[in-house]
């Protein structure tokens, strides 16, 4: 699989990394329902099978349960594959709570645990989760960069970070990368984000890059009116009401573009994403092996300006119908 660069650093990522947000199991605010250990492992041994060389997690996810899991996927073969976590959202005991917080003495309770509980020596990525409490990221980007110099992490990077915010950062610290959510319906870092990157050796990752599952086209209504409660999209607007028959239409729409191509929605979804050369990598989620033989795919596929300007009326045909509505 193709490795690009991740901004200044030495670390170089496969083009498609997994996430893990699913496999921290539905017992916790934003779960994703139930899931099985060991399936979560199955999948992850299938990811690096396919030749991608990171891993991107939290200790937030499952509260802990799934930086475990990637302990135990990755024990005896740490060397091989690049582990990226993150900070700044906690919890205490048993609550389902989240709390936040960027405090020197929190970020570094947090960087032992994921420490602990990925059973490794150093992480090459340890990101800031959300930059929340504003203000304090400035006292928490300090720490990061104090973490890197005591060789605790290899690099830090921050995630969901606006314009103003990577500014008050860098001037710190370099940052190495950007986690931002970027997809057909997210694409708030199109604006000046991008360029900012570019210009200042940032690499991005984007997450979400199939938004959830929504733009695989394999949602159906009945399909989102039967999420649990348990799962978080169930109280997402892209999964409701006359936002979600939108997204459908838009998506059968899609459809016609994939299958004259001969890929699925979800290759689709990602080389769209991956178009972008600032695209460093991007993070997409499996809850089993087969998920993953499918998406991993996608790192090979490069769509034309044609698809592209395709791509581009389709989801302006979707804003339209949006803005009608309102």
């Known amino acids: 699989m193709k490795t690009r660069k991740l901004g200044y650093s030495d670390l170089n990522l496969t083009t498609l990394g997994l996430g893990t947000w699913a496999m921290g199991g539905g017992d916790w605010k934003f ?12 999948a992850i041994h299938a990811a690096l099978d ?40 906690i919890w205490e005991g048993n609550s389902k709570e989240i ?22 020596d150093v992480i090459d990525l340890y990101q ?17 960069s104090n973490l890197i110099k005591e060789g605790k992490i290899r690099y830090g990077g921050v995630s969901n970070f606006n314009l103003d915010q990577l500014k008050r950062a860098q001037a710190i610290h370099p940052i190495a990368s950007l986690q931002p959510p970027y997809n057909m319906l997210r694409r708030e870092i199109e604006t000046d984000i991008i360029d900012y990157c570019r210009e200042n050796q ?22 989102a009116r039967s999420l649990p409660d348990s799962d978080w999209r169930s109280r997402h607007p892209f999964f409701n009401g006359r936002q979600l028959e939108i997204n459908l239409q838009m998506v059968e729409e899609l459809r016609e573009i994939a299958n004259a191509a ?10 769209w994403v991956l178009r972008h050369k ?3 990598s991007a993070i997409v989620g499996a809850r089993n ?17 044609a698809q592209i300007d395709r791509i581009e009326k389709i989801l302006a045909n979707r804003e339209q119908l949006l803005t009608n509505d309102q």
Not at 202 to 223: C, H, N, W
Not at 262 to 271: D, M
């Open 262 to 271: 001969k890929i699925s929605l979800a290759q689709l979804s990602l080389a």
């Open 50 to 89: 396919q030749g991608i060389n990171w891993i991107d997690t939290a200790a937030i996810y499952g509260h802990g349960k799934s930086e475990e899991v990637v302990g135990k996927a990755i024990n005896g073969i740490r060397d091989s594959v690049i582990i990226a976590t993150k900070c700044g959202r």
């Open 99 to 120: 709390g936040k917080s960027l405090k020197t003495d929190s970020i570094r309770r947090e960087v032992e645990a994921s420490l602990k509980r990925l059973n490794i």
């Open 128 to 144: 800031i989760h959300w930059p929340e409490p504003d203000a304090e990221i400035e006292e928490g980007w300090h720490t990061i």
């Open 31 to 42: 779960g994703w329902g139930p899931q099985d250990d060991q399936a979560s492992i199955n």
């Open 202 to 223: 940032i690499g991005i990752v984007a997450y979400s890059p199939m938004q959830a599952g929504l733009l695989t086209g394999k949602f159906t209504e009945d399909r």
């Open 278 to 280: 600032e695209m460093t």
């Open 289 to 305: 092996p087969a998920q993953i033989e499918e998406t991993a795919k996608a790192a090979a596929i490069e769509l034309d300006s």
